[in-house]
Nanobody, 126 residues
Framework: QLQLVESGGGLVQPGGSLRLSCAASGFTLDDMKIGWFRQAPGKEREGVSC????????NYADSVKGRFTISRDNAKNTVYLQMNSLKPEDTAIYYC???????????????????WGQGTQVTVSS
């Protein structure tokens, strides 16, 4: 019954913005750490951002710091990834993932996350 559903992907020009959504069901956000990951063709899945179970702290990959922002709406049980100043190298399938809370801090390590959404395609191209 635990599900994660991503949406909001699409085609955007370099320098543009996009907001991804991850709708969670079957659990409350306070019980999980949520992460955003991405995978481009021929490349390994990499961590983009993650949010602590409390929602009070976040981590970002160096490549997206200052451009991406992770947030959540508890009322909607949804986590967002606001992506600004997009670059062609941001092109990938973006996934949200969850791991049961053990500590409050999150990690950008895909193998630590057991629950995954289906992914949403983000393409940055002129």
């Amino acid at each position: 019954q635990l599900q994660l559903v991503e949406s909001g992907g699409g085609l955007v020009q370099p320098g543009g913005s996009l907001r991804l959504s991850c709708a969670a069901s079957g659990f409350t956000l306070d019980d999980m750490k949520i992460g955003w990951f991405r995978q481009a063709p021929g490349k390994e899945r990499e961590g983009v951002s993650c949010l602590s179970s409390s929602g009070g702290s976040a981590n970002y990959a160096d490549s997206v710091k200052g451009r991406f922002t992770i947030s959540r709406d508890n009322a909607k049980n949804t986590v967002y990834l606001q992506m600004n100043s997009l670059k062609p190298e941001d092109t990938a399938i973006y996934y949200c993932a969850a791991v049961p809370r053990i500590t409050s801090m999150c990690v950008l390590n895909a193998v630590r996350y057991g629950y995954w959404g289906q992914g949403t395609q983000v393409t940055v191209s002129s």
